[in-house]
């Protein structure tokens, strides 16, 4: 599949150019969300929106979505939704499934930081992911990791920043890792001003090729005892916040 005629249906949503085996009209307002989210990370993160063009093919069927995916990637292994940046812009390949809203928005993140940052460390490549693939009314309140990362803090099982910082590979990224990081993230955008200013000094400093050292000493530099407080931070937060 690869004329414009083997689509049923290709439509813009901001940076996407999105290309589907099926109509796309009963998903329109994913297809919004996936273009709010440009300017919710400009917003949040003072990054610059991507000019890159980002090709997006759906999929109703796992076996179209496989096979299309093997024919170009045939070394990557199978999730339900990648993306994929290798020369040129990025691509994103995803399959309808009982998480597809989820699966679209986080990997529409990584594609959008990619296209504007020339690189993201991967703990905060995911964190943020995380952050932003639950519908923006749910982001700050209503994520499902926020219980389990109060009870976590309860047991004193949140690791440093500076753990998740030494991650290099996907495969050092559990279940935990993801959750770890997305509480990060979470703290690095709602909590202290100075926890926020420091993480958009960081990824200007990525922006401009700088060396922008260790997000977790300048945190530190910044604000006395970060663990405790993050610890403080979902301790006391509130729903209503």
């Known amino acids: ?3 414009a005629e083997d689509w049923v249906d290709q439509r813009p949503a901001g940076a996407f150019h999105c290309h589907a085996d099926f109509r796309l009209d009963p998903y329109q307002p994913l297809l919004d969300d ?3 989210l440009q300017t919710d990370l400009v917003h949040t993160l003072a990054i ?10 759906l999929f109703a069927y796992q076996a179209a979505y496989t096979s299309y995916l093997g024919e170009r990637y045939p070394k990557v292994p199978y999730r339900r939704a ?3 940046k290798d020369r040129g812009p990025g691509e994103m390949f995803a399959q309808i ?3 597809f809203e989820i699966d679209l928005r986080h990997e529409a993140t990584h594609a959008l930081l990619h296209g504007s940052l020339p690189s993201v460390p991967l ?3 995911e964190g943020l992911a995380k952050y932003f693939e639950v519908p923006r009314e749910h982001r700050i309140d209503g994520n499902p990791y926020m219980s389990t990362v109060k009870e976590n803090i309860r047991l004193g099982q949140l690791p440093k920043l500076a753990t998740l910082e030494q991650k290099r590979d996907l495969r050092e990224m559990g279940v935990p890792e993801y959750r770890y990081s997305w509480a990060w993230v979470h703290f690095l955008i709602n909590g202290p001003p100075e926890a926020h200013d420091e993480l958009i000094g960081y990824l200007r400093d990525i922006r401009d090729h700088n060396s922008p050292g ?3 000493a300048r945190i530190e530099s910044r604000l006395p005892d970060p663990d405790a407080q ?3 931070h979902f301790l006391e937060w509130k729903s209503d916040k």
């Open 1 to 3: 599949m690869s004329a």
């Open 34 to 36: 996936l273009a709010n």
């Open 48 to 57: 610059a929106p991507t000019h890159e063009p980002i090709e997006l093919y």
């Open 82 to 84: 990648l993306y994929i």
């Open 97 to 99: 499934g009982p998480n």
């Open 123 to 125: 703990w905060l490549d």
């Open 214 to 216: 260790r997000l977790s």
């Open 230 to 232: 993050i610890a403080r």
